[in-house]
């Protein structure tokens, strides 16, 4: 079955580390996304990417770096520079057109 | 910016309707509805396009005023199932991502 996965679900790190979260998609979707959500609140967009080997910044993309080398990956690096870390991050993509996201499970990352 | 979704919350009992407001201060392309379930991911609904136009799903149905760039969500005769979260996500032309609405509990009893 076509979907996008996530991995690990659950992500434990110390403050000052980087950790990347991964992302695969096996729709043959041109497009992707990270969001980013936190308690009580919608899904705030870090990066996005509409072809392989270019990506755009979205609402909160300080603190974060994504790479596109295949179409069918798009991991995001959380660095040290985020401030708050902590949050729900949930990939996404979608085939161009006119057509709804299609997200993944989502990865809850935790940093102590 | 992100839409402005209203309610923030809503509490129905099953067979009871609910409306979902959506909202932008910008010139929409499209309008977009998800659901979220407690700590699963976010499960497309429908996408509207045009001025007026409606679409439906099970018995979800969605409106998109073009001018007032405003979509609103109907739950009709509401079941358990359709508990969860519910989500706008709008695109601007030209834009091609979405912002999504800080979202709108919807909680159904028996």
């Known amino acids: 079955d076509g979907g996008i996965t996530q991995s690990p679900k659950y992500l434990f790190r110390k403050e000052g580390q980087n950790v990347t979260l991964s992302c695969e998609q096996n729709?043959?979707?041109?497009?992707m996304y990270w969001y980013r959500q936190d308690p009580g609140q919608g899904l705030r967009l870090i990066y996005y990417?509409?072809?392989?080997?270019?990506?755009q910044k979205g609402d909160i993309a300080e603190g974060y770096s994504v790479s596109r080398e295949k179409k069918e990956s798009f991991p995001l690096t959380v660095t040290s520079a985020q401030k708050n870390p902590t949050a729900f991050y949930l990939c996404a993509s979608s085939s161009s057109g006119v057509t709804g996201y299609t997200f993944g499970s989502g990865t809850r990352l935790t940093v102590v | 910016q992100q839409p402005v979704q209203s309610p923030q919350a809503v509490i129905l009992r099953e067979g009871e309707d609910a409306v979902i407001n959506c909202s932008s201060s910008?010139?929409?392309?499209?309008v977009h509805w998800y659901r979220q379930k407690h700590g699963e991911a976010p499960v497309f609904l429908m996408i509207?396009?045009?001025?007026?136009e409606q679409k439906g799903h099970e018995k979800i149905s969605a409106s998109f005023n073009e001018k007032k760039q405003q979509s609103s969500l109907y739950l009709t005769a509401s079941q358990l199932s359709y508990s969860g979260t519910y989500f706008c996500g709008t695109e601007i032309p030209n834009d091609y991502k979405l912002s999504f609405g800080a979202g709108t509990t919807v909680t159904v009893r028996a």
């Open positions: 910008k010139a929409l392309y499209s």
């Open positions: 509207l396009l045009k001025g007026g």
């Open positions: 729709l043959n979707h041109d497009a």
């Open positions: 990417s509409q072809i392989v080997n270019d990506f």
